[in-house]
């Protein structure tokens, strides 16, 4: 019997939409540092799937389907999720990604729960947050 899940997946994984696969991948890549995993390609050749790895942690990608009613937050003009990530040194990681074509949203700051955290958005207008626990 299969190991659910495979190996190397998590419990949950999020899963985003983007008109452009492929410049999510580099952007995503040379923005915030993540490492691609595996790429499926439809009839076109266009990617119809992707995942890209952080630490422990993975994201699938894809395009935008009517037929499930799946859109990039850049078709509607509205965020539809977030995604909240755990790195080792927010400061550094939030000036990368600041020069790297991030759109800040808010720069990094102490937050009541313990965490240090800042948010931006990418090419398409998902939002970003990167944190570090720096209280308990």
């Known amino acids: 019997m299969p190991k659910n899940p495979p190996e190397g997946m998590p419990r949950i994984t999020p899963y985003l939409f983007y008109n452009d696969v ?7 890549e040379k923005v915030f540092g993540f490492e691609r995993g595996g790429e499926l390609q439809g009839p076109d050749a266009t990617i119809m799937h992707a ?3 952080f630490m422990d942690g993975v994201l699938m990608l894809g395009p935008p389907n009517e037929e499930t009613g799946t859109r990039s937050p850049a078709g509607p003009g509205a965020v539809n999720q977030s995604l909240y990530i755990y790195v080792d040194d927010v400061d550094a990681h939030y ?4 020069s790297a074509g991030a759109t ?5 700051m102490d937050m ?13 207008g998902h939002h970003w947050s990167f944190a570090m626990h720096v209280r308990d």
């Open 22 to 28: 492929a410049a999510a991948l580099d952007w995503l």
């Open 51 to 53: 995942e890209m790895r």
């Open 95 to 98: 000036r990368h990604a600041s």
């Open 104 to 108: 800040k949203i808010t720069e990094p």
């Open 112 to 124: 009541f729960w313990g965490d240090r955290m800042y948010t931006v958005q990418d090419l398409e």
